[in-house]
C-alpha cells in the first residue's frame, strides 16, 4: 500500500535551545516537538513517568458521590457486584475492583458476560446475578455507559449502580447513582483518554484518599500490571496517566515474582524479562482476549485472582489452547472477507456480513482489514434476522460520530472514536452500508483516505550511533501518540 510520506520540519535554533535545556540530543529534541512536547520540564516530567503526576480523581463527574456509596456499602456490611466485560479491558478492570473491594474486607462478587449469548455490556443477566447473591450496590467496569434501560431494571429491585466507563456517552445518560466516565460533557478531568481499567483505577485511588489509607497498606502496586495490560490492550493514546500506568506496570510485569496468574500466563506465552509494550499485544494480550472470543472470561478473572500456582498454569495452559483455536478461526475469516472485496475500489467504509463468521473475532479481523486497505471497517456476523458487528477506523475519522449518524438505521451501538460495537436487524444492512459509505466519503477528504507516514527527522548515516538508539528508547513504551520514531 502506497504511504505518503510527511516529513516534519521545525525552526533549528528552537532544536537546538531545547537540546541544551533539557540537555537531550538534537534527534531527540526534534521526536519530542513532533510529539508536541515543547519544554524541558515537560521533557523531564515524560522520560521519568511518575506517580506524583497523577491528576485528582475528584475532579471526576460523581467520583465523590461514587465514592460515598462504597463507604457506606463498607461501614454496612453490604455485598457489592462488580458487573465487566469480556475483553482484555474489562477483564483487567474487573480484577482490579474486586481485588481492592476485597481487601478493603467488602464482600465482592464479580460478573462477565457471554459475548456469544449476552453480547457487550450491562445486562439483565447481571442483575440476575446481583439478586442471587443480595447485593445492594452494582459496580460497572469499563462499560453501562449506554446501559439505560438495564439501569432502570436494576434501580426497580432497589439495586444501587455506580457506571464506571470510558466509552463515549450519549446525550442522556443512564439514571445511576453515579457515572464515572472522563468524557461525560461537564467533566474538568484533564485527561480523558483513558481506558477502562485506568478509570477504576482513579476510582481506587479515590476511595483510598477518602479512607485516607496508603497505596502500601493495599499493596496496589504490585496491581499496575492489571492497568497496564488493560490499557495497552485498548489501544488508548499512552500519554499522561495511560503512560505512567504502562510504566510501572510493565515493572510489575516483568518482575520474577510476580503474581501467580501472571506468572503461569508468561510462561505459556514464552516472555521474558525483557517485555516491552509492543510485544505485549502478541504474547500476553491475546490469550487474555482468547477467553472472552471464544469461552467464559471469567476464567481470566479467576486466573488473575488465584493464589493456586498449579490451578493457575491449568487456566493460563487453556488460555493458550483457546489462542491457537482463535488464530484458525482468524484466518479463516480474514480470507473469507478479503474475497468480498475489490482491491481496486473497495468503498470508503467496507461493510461485510456472513453468517459463517464467529463473532468472538470479528473484531480483530477488522483492524488487519483496515491494515491491509487503510479503510473504516465494519464487520457483522449474522444469525437469523440479528447482525452484531464490530468497526475499527482510521485515524482520520471519529468512529462514533459517523456511526451516530447512520444510528437511525441500528438496534443498537456503543464504542469511542476508534472502536465500536453494533447490532442491527439483518434487512438493514444494506441500507447501512450504503449510508456509511456516504458518511465517509462526506467526512474525509481524498488525502485522508490514504495512509501517511509520518518521518521524524531525517538523518545521515554517520549520525546514527548506539548514543541515538539508547537515547530514542528512552521513549517507550511506544503506543497511540507516542508512535516509536521514524
Known amino acids: 500500500m502506497n504511504h505518503k510520506w510527511v516529513v516534519s520540519r521545525t525552526n533549528s535554533e528552537f532544536i537546538d535551545y531545547l537540546s541544551r535545556e533539557a540537555s537531550i540530543s538534537t534527534v531527540l529534541a526534534q521526536v519530542f516537538v513532533n510529539r508536541g512536547i515543547k519544554d524541558a520540564a515537560a521533557i523531564k516530567d515524560f522520560l521519568n513517568p511518575s506517580m506524583e503526576s497523577f491528576h485528582d480523581p475528584f475532579l471526576m463527574p460523581d467520583m465523590d458521590k461514587a465514592v460515598l456509596r462504597l463507604k457506606a456499602a463498607r461501614e454496612k456490611d453490604e455485598t457489592v457486584l462488580v458487573h465487566g466485560d469480556y475483553d482484555a479491558d474489562g477483564i483487567t478492570s474487573t480484577t482490579l475492583l474486586v481485588s481492592v473491594l476485597r481487601r478493603l474486607g467488602i464482600k465482592t462478587f464479580y460478573y462477565i458476560p457471554d459475548r456469544m449469548t449476552e453480547g457487550y455490556g450491562f445486562g439483565d443477566k447481571g442483575i440476575e446475578k446481583a439478586v442471587e447473591c443480595r447485593a445492594g450496590l452494582i459496580i460497572t467496569a469499563d462499560c453501562g455507559i449506554t446501559s439505560a434501560k438495564e439501569v432502570a431494571a436494576a434501580n426497580s429491585k432497589g439495586i444501587d449502580i455506580i457506571v464506571t466507563d470510558h466509552h463515549e456517552p450519549p446525550e442522556e445518560l443512564p439514571a445511576a447513582l453515579a457515572v464515572v466516565n472522563?468524557?461525560?460533557?461537564?467533566?474538568?478531568?484533564?485527561?480523558?483518554?483513558l481506558a477502562g481499567v485506568g478509570v477504576v483505577y482513579k476510582l481506587v485511588q479515590a476511595l483510598i484518599k477518602s479512607l485516607q489509607l496508603t497505596a502500601d497498606s493495599l499493596q496496589l502496586n504490585?496491581?499496575?500490571?492489571?492497568?497496564?495490560?488493560?490499557?495497552?490492550?485498548?489501544?488508548?493514546?499512552?500519554?499522561?496517566?495511560?503512560?505512567?500506568?504502562a510504566a510501572y506496570g510493565l515493572e510489575e510485569i516483568r518482575r520474577q515474582h510476580c503474581r501467580p496468574g501472571l506468572a503461569a500466563l508468561k510462561e505459556v506465552a514464552g516472555v521474558d524479562k525483557d517485555m516491552q509494550s509492543g510485544r505485549l499485544s502478541y504474547t500476553l494480550i491475546p490469550r487474555i482476549n482468547a477467553a472472552g472470543r471464544l469461552g467464559d472470561a471469567s476464567e481470566v478473572v479467576e486466573l488473575f485472582l488465584s493464589e493456586d500456582r498449579d490451578k493457575a498454569k491449568e487456566i493460563a495452559q487453556h488460555l493458550d489452547e483457546q489462542n491457537r483455536e482463535r488464530q484458525k478461526i482468524e484466518a479463516i475469516v480474514l480470507e473469507s472477507a478479503v474475497k468480498m472485496i475489490d482491491p481496486e475500489d473497495p468503498g470508503s467504509a467496507i461493510v461485510l456480513w456472513s453468517d459463517e463468521w464467529h463473532p468472538g473475532v470479528i473484531g480483530i479481523v477488522a483492524s488487519r482489514l483496515v491494515g491491509m486497505f487503510y479503510r473504516p471497517v465494519f464487520l457483522f456476523s449474522v444469525k437469523d434476522s440479528l447482525a452484531k458487528g464490530s468497526a475499527r477506523s482510521i485515524p482520520p475519522l471519529n468512529l462514533y460520530k459517523t456511526i451516530v449518524e447512520c444510528s437511525d438505521l441500528l438496534i443498537a451501538f456503543g464504542g469511542h472514536h476508534q472502536a465500536a460495537g453494533l447490532k442491527i436487524?439483518?434487512?438493514?444492512?444494506?441500507?447501512?452500508?450504503?449510508?456509511?459509505?456516504?458518511?465517509?466519503?462526506?467526512?474525509?477528504?481524498?488525502?485522508?483516505?490514504?495512509?501517511?507516514?509520518?518521518?521524524?527527522a531525517a538523518l545521515k548515516l554517520s549520525d546514527v550511533n548506539f548514543t541515538i538508539v539508547r537515547e530514542l528508547g528512552l521513549l517507550e513504551p511506544y503506543g497511540e501518540l507516542n508512535r516509536e520514531p521514524v
Open 182 to 193: 472522563p468524557h461525560r460533557k461537564d467533566s474538568e478531568y484533564p485527561f480523558k483518554y
Open 425 to 456: 436487524s439483518t434487512e438493514n444492512l444494506q441500507a447501512f452500508r450504503e449510508s456509511m459509505n456516504a458518511e465517509v466519503e462526506k467526512t474525509l477528504s481524498p488525502e485522508e483516505m490514504m495512509p501517511v507516514l509520518e518521518i521524524d
Open 222 to 245: 504490585e496491581l499496575f500490571d492489571l492497568v497496564a495490560l488493560g490499557t495497552i490492550a485498548d489501544s488508548v493514546a499512552l500519554v499522561d496517566e495511560n503512560r505512567i500506568f
